[in-house]
């Protein structure tokens, strides 16, 4: 993945579902969708410990399928160990019309699982953070 490809990653996005998203200000997940939303993005929680309530002005949703039809996902932010990856992954292929981008964070590897997303015309980032990235890439000018 380039600086090219990062830039064009978050220029063309727009929603933004976090995967693993934690109410608790002090966790990446939430540091992370503060950061995104504060550049403009509109971030959706999900986790299915917390559905239903509010975070960032947003209802957090249980699961990848339980997004509303009418929110149209760009990229989802993976805060889960690689383990569950390839679910989150499958899920994203199959309830996200719209999805274009698989961002798995830092420390966040999962090859078969990144394969199927490639394979399925999207854009794969693995093992890094969009926090760190955006600054970089975007203000940069790559």
């Given amino acids: 993945m380039t600086d090219i490809d990062l830039r064009e990653i978050f220029a063309t996005t727009r929603t933004i579902a976090v995967v693993g998203f934690s109410n608790k200000p002090e966790r990446a997940s939430y540091m992370v969708a503060a950061f995104l939303q504060s550049k403009g993005y509109r971030v959706i929680p999900v986790n299915p410990g917390l559905a239903g309530k509010t975070y960032l002005d947003e209802t957090v949703y249980a699961d990848l399928a339980a997004i509303p039809a009418n929110i149209e996902v760009d990229m989802v932010d993976i805060f889960r160990a690689p383990e569950h990856v390839p679910e989150v992954v499958d899920a994203a292929l199959e309830h996200l ?15 078969g699982a990144a394969s199927r997303a490639r394979h399925a015309g999207k854009m794969v980032v693995m093992d890094r953070c969009p926090k760190i990235d955006y600054p970089r890439v975007m203000q940069a000018g790559v």
């Fill in 97 to 111: 019309p719209h999805l274009r981008t698989i961002w798995m964070q830092l420390g966040v590897i999962h090859e």
